[in-house]
């Protein structure tokens, strides 16, 4: 059985309330599959970063989508004592982040023994405001155990 069936709810209460960072933007998840993610965040005042036309901080989005892409990424742990740390992001603003939620998803575009990348997408009611690509650092600490790939 693989590990994001076998543990989908404490997968899920995870990503959503135990990152403290997910629970204050209220990240909701969305798809979570082997090498894919999608996640949904409301709008809410403190993520305005123009004040003077109520839009998102370019700065939340990217932390969004570096979360999105961490969280592709996890789901190739073999083991919940894996580690993944970003090594370099980088985020390409297409349009302004208007008073609306954002869904942003993750997708697994290489993974070597210690190198991940991942492509991410931000959208806004279908139309595409933001894309980027994420590099991470993944390191799995115990590969013994087969039940969790």
Do not use: C
Request: hydrophobic share 40%.
């Amino acid at each position: 059985m693989k590990m994001i069936q076998k543990n989908k709810e404490f997968l899920k209460e995870t990503i959503e309330e135990k990152i403290p960072i997910h629970k204050f933007l209220g990240l909701k998840l969305l798809v979570l599959e082997k090498g894919f993610v999608k996640v949904s965040v409301p709008f809410r005042d403190e993520v305005v970063g123009d004040i003077r036309r109520n839009r998102w901080h370019g700065g939340i989005i990217a932390t969004i989508m570096d979360s999105v892409g961490g969280i592709a990424g996890g789901t190739h742990f073999t083991s919940f004592e894996d580690k993944l740390a970003t090594i370099d992001l980088r985020i390409d603003y297409l349009k302004g982040a208007e008073a609306l939620p954002i869904i942003v998803e993750g997708k697994i575009v290489r993974l070597g023994n210690r190198i991940l990348v991942t492509k991410m997408k931000a959208y806004q009611n279908e139309e595409l405001i933001a894309e980027g690509k994420g590099v991470y650092n993944f390191i799995r600490i115990d590969n013994s155990d087969s039940s969790y790939s």
